[in-house]
């Protein structure tokens, strides 16, 4: 099992920045890869940045692709999401997430095993 706590969520007005963090304890934290997804009110959840187990690899979804950085700790446990120049569409609810077997695509939420509880991100215009 692998316990994941967000935190760093807040109020923001639009062009300001956040950093998220995902705590991490339970398993070998520097095995797994893991990821960001957020979820806005009536809509599904979606991919937002991933990164491998060694931090050498990120992917990130077009919508955040140079505004967000995905970074991570593996002495800390911990995996963050730099978010600069928010914009009012990337209000949701933020969740971290583990891959403990990868089958082939980070994109896809079916791949992630552990969920944190998430943390509400709101941009305000």
């Known amino acids: 099992q692998v316990q994941l706590v967000e935190s760093g969520g807040g109020l923001v007005q639009a062009g300001g920045s956040l950093r998220l963090s995902c705590a991490a304890s339970?398993?070998?934290?520097?095995?797994?890869?893991m990821g960001w997804f957020r979820q806005a009110p009536g809509k599904e959840r979606e991919f937002v940045a991933a990164?491998?187990?060694?931090?050498?690899?990120?992917y990130y979804a077009d919508s955040v692709k140079g505004r967000f950085t995905i970074s991570r700790d593996n002495a800390k446990n911990t995996v963050y999401l730099q978010m600069n120049s928010l914009k009012p569409e990337d209000t949701a609810v933020y969740y971290c997430?583990?891959?403990?077997?990868?089958?082939?695509?980070?994109?896809?939420?079916?791949?992630?095993?552990?969920w944190g509880q998430g943390t509400q991100v709101t941009v305000s215009s």
């Open positions: 997430a583990v891959i403990e077997y990868y089958s082939g695509s980070y994109y896809d939420i079916r791949e992630y095993d552990y």
């Open positions: 339970g398993r070998t934290f520097s095995s797994f890869a």
């Open positions: 990164i491998s187990w060694s931090g050498g690899s990120t």
